[in-house]
Nanobody, 113 residues
């Protein structure tokens, strides 16, 4: 099982980024996929989830209306579109498949004020 996150970077407040996570080693289309983030000195927190077919999503309250999770099962990829970014969104972002205790390296997102 492997997750490779990408798309992070440095952006100003109000900017946008699109994160990607390519998964391998399991039947991607059968799993709920999730995005998490971990800010310096804080615990890793859940941000968003999407069902296996993509028909249902859930979000952390603080990102609702700003972040959108989506997936492409043909490409074994889950995405996180992040708009209206805030300094408090600064963190390392990770994807994960529900039930699989494996994490990738993550991708750093830094939002400057």
């Amino acid at each position: 099982v492997q997750f490779v996150e990408s798309g992070g970077g440095l952006v100003k407040t109000g900017g946008s980024l699109r994160l990607s996570c390519v998964a391998s080693g399991f039947t991607f289309s059968s799993y709920v996929m999730r995005w998490y983030r971990q800010a310096p000195g804080k615990e890793r927190e859940f941000i968003a989830r999407i069902t296996s077919g993509g028909g249902s999503t859930n979000y952390l309250d603080s990102v609702k209306g700003r972040f959108t999770i989506s997936r492409d099962n043909a490409k074994n990829t889950v995405y996180l579109q992040m708009n209206s970014l805030k300094p408090e969104d600064t963190a390392v972002y990770y994807c994960n498949a529900f039930g699989l205790m494996k994490w990738g390296q993550g991708t750093q997102v830094t939002v400057s004020s």
